[in-house]
């Protein structure tokens, strides 16, 4: 079964650091990666993509690293805020399909 | 306002008794999609829809049913609820570009559901 594995769980961060959270992905060839944010009691909103051909995208304090060759892809979140304070969802689109497959989810929690 | 609503969005039933959630989106999008939440398990796709009458299988749709009459409609059916289909239930709606770097999923709010 095609599957997208994130980690951590969940996540403790200090006001200003930076926040890491990393997925891989097995023996499927995928054409899209986004990540979404969820804020409690809302759905998920979508925060940043990236293509396979792209090593890395940012946007604001949100970078995407993308690693082909290991299967591994990441989110960088700089100068975290307590905003930031969210569950962070990895997904997956296997190429040809129309499909997503998702991460098991990082709770993220920026101290002030 | 461009939206995705889902009604309703709590229920609480009993195993068996049929229901429908459903799902309604405003921005003439081609794609829907229906999900479930679960602790530890992240987000699982069951259905989804490319267009009008056009409907496939995504990783758990077993003991659900989906159909798409209308653009704007995907109602999720749960023929014989189970308890196992107690979760947190999610409908989303994108448009669809191909090569596109923004396939951007709009979820709708949820429905919290509980099956007795």
């Known amino acids: 079964q095609q599957q997208v594995k994130q980690s951590p769980q969940s996540l403790i961060v200090q006001k200003g650091g930076i926040s890491i959270i990393n997925c891989a992905y097995e023996?499927?060839?995928?054409?899209?990666f986004p990540w979404y944010q969820q804020f409690p009691g809302k759905g998920p909103a979508l925060l940043i993509a990236?293509?396979?051909?792209?090593s890395e995208k940012k946007e604001g304090r949100f970078t995407i690293s993308f690693n082909k060759s290991a299967k591994q892809f990441s989110l960088h979140i700089m100068d975290s805020q307590p905003g930031d304070s969210a569950t962070y969802f990895c997904?997956?689109?296997?190429?040809?399909?129309?499909?997503?497959?998702f991460g098991t989810g990082t709770r993220l929690k920026v101290l002030a | 306002e461009a939206q995705v609503t889902q009604n309703p969005r709590y229920l609480i039933t009993v195993t068996g008794k049929k229901l429908t959630v459903t799902c309604s989106q405003n921005?003439?999008?081609?794609?829907m999609s229906w999900y479930r939440q679960d602790p530890g398990l992240g987000l699982r796709q069951i259905y989804y829809?490319?267009?009008?009458?056009?409907?496939d299988k995504g990783d758990v749709p077993e003991g659900y049913k989906v159909s798409r009459k209308e653009k704007r409609n995907f109602p999720l059916i749960l023929e014989s609820p189970s308890p196992n289909q107690t979760s947190l239930y999610f409908c989303?709606?994108?448009?669809?570009?191909?090569?596109?770097?923004?396939?951007?999923?709009?979820f709708g709010p949820g429905t919290r559901l509980t099956v007795l």
């Open positions: 989303a709606s994108s448009s669809w570009t191909s090569g596109s770097d923004y396939n951007e999923q709009f």
């Open positions: 990236i293509r396979p051909d792209v």
């Open positions: 997904a997956a689109r296997p190429s040809g399909t129309y499909k997503y497959i």
């Open positions: 829809s490319m267009n009008v009458e056009v409907t």
């Open positions: 921005m003439n999008h081609e794609y």
């Open positions: 023996n499927t060839a995928f054409d899209y």
